[in-house]
């Protein structure tokens, strides 16, 4: 039995039916890239806005990835990677850093982001929302990636107007950035997308925007726009969840049809890049050709249209559900977990998110009656009963 299966276990009962598989990000893989991935290709460039940076139209979101997808993705011409300080607790850039010394520094493009401490769950900022702390964590993700510099420096998960513009962070990136140890600054936004964007805009000194966009999203049209306005203003886009959580059920029975998806993104000039996650060679090749052609077939069209009225498991982050929450919790937190378990298959990042928001293992018990409702149709309750098992799990079975 190979090593990749014998590190392979499902988490029952906590995540139930999404079946997760858990591997050891930094050695990952169990057999080498597929036959024709390493050649030339005629591949779509298209520029982040005033940085200059070209970069391909499908990026590598590493956040699921092992070391040989990322070998294999950076040999297929995958030249710009996503990656996160929490991302698979660290581990993500201890691998990214072990893969990356053995290229050269200006064969690829690096983003790392980075969560401010004392975020509320309104995304306002905090007396503990310092720039020492967000420096401190920007330190140690250039220890992981054996780097001096990124290219690109993110705020992770910014959803306000008052976090965009909270001085303490945003002259601490600008003296990361004048310092050189990263190239360029921006803000991850998953929700408040228009008005995020409006802010950076209106605030002048940001330079790329990591956004939520998709065609499940019921305000599509209000990011589009969005999206729009930061290009007119010089600013790079990436566009993340363009997927769209990846399955429109539970079961994982409808999955999502990923390249109809990513294309739809790329079908709006404004979109730069796009990043989905990849955790195996079967994504990687499903991938390559929408980075040479990115013009949706009829039978891709059909499948998008068909899939737009379905619930599915993306939530828009919208956050009207929470006001009618007696207990005021995170509910657009608790459903992307939700998605993360069911539509990615990936425990790990759903736990992490659940105790990050530390909503328990049960934050509905004694509340006989849900007064919520969603957007989506979504059973708010049940999904929150569902997914906040998983709080309960112990950490040690989350590696």
Not at 240 to 267: H, Y
Request: with cysteine; charged share 25%.
């Amino acid at each position: 039995m190979s090593q990749f299966n014998r590190r392979k276990f499902i988490v029952s009962g906590a995540a139930g039916a999404a079946g997760i598989m858990v591997v050891n990000p930094v050695t990952g893989g169990y057999r080498k890239p597929p036959s024709g991935i390493r050649r030339e290709r005629e591949i779509i460039h298209r520029t982040l806005g005033k940085t200059g940076v070209k970069v391909p139209v499908v990026s590598i979101g590493a956040s699921q990835s092992n070391a040989q997808l990322m070998r294999a993705c950076l040999e297929s011409g995958m030249t710009h990677i996503d990656t996160a300080h929490g991302y698979q607790r660290g581990q993500n850039e201890v691998m990214l850093g072990e893969v990356l010394k053995d290229y050269d520094r200006d064969s690829f493009t690096i983003a790392t982001k980075v969560r401010c401490a004392g975020v509320d769950r309104a995304g306002m900022p905090s007396a503990a929302t310092t720039g020492d702390d967000f420096e401190e964590q920007f330190n140690i993700s250039l220890e992981r990636l054996q780097m001096d510099y990124v290219d690109f420096l993110h705020i992770h998960d910014a959803s306000t107007t008052e976090m965009v513009n909270h001085e303490p962070v945003l002259n601490r990136l600008l003296r990361i950035k004048r310092e050189g140890r990263a190239k360029f600054i921006g803000i991850a936004t998953h929700r408040n997308e228009p008005q995020v964007i409006d802010a950076m805009i209106e605030n002048g000194n940001y330079d790329v925007v990591v956004v939520s966009y998709n065609f499940k999203q019921d305000h599509r049209d209000e990011v589009a726009a969005a999206i729009s306005r930061a290009n007119d203003a010089g600013m790079g886009v990436v566009c993340m969840k363009a997927v769209a959580g990846g399955f429109l059920d539970r079961q994982r029975t409808e999955p999502v049809n990923a390249s109809a998806s990513i294309k739809w993104c790329l079908s709006h000039p404004g979109v730069h890049t796009t990043i989905p996650g990849m955790r195996n060679f079967t994504e990687v090749e499903a991938n390559l050709p929408i980075m040479e052609d990115i013009t949706m077939t009829e039978e891709e069209r059909r499948d998008i249209i068909s899939a737009m009225p379905v619930a599915g498991l993306y939530c828009n982050g919208c956050s009207q559900c929470v006001a009618d929450c007696p207990r005021g919790l995170p509910l657009p937190d608790l459903m992307r977990a939700y998605m993360y378990a069911y539509g990615y298959a990936n425990a790990p990042m759903a736990y992490d998110l659940l105790q990050e928001i530390a909503a328990g293992p049960d934050p509905c018990a004694g509340c006989d009656k849900c007064c919520t409702s969603c957007v989506k149709g979504f059973n708010v309750k049940e999904k929150v009963a569902d997914i906040s098992r998983l709080a309960s799990v112990p950490g040690e079975f989350m590696v």
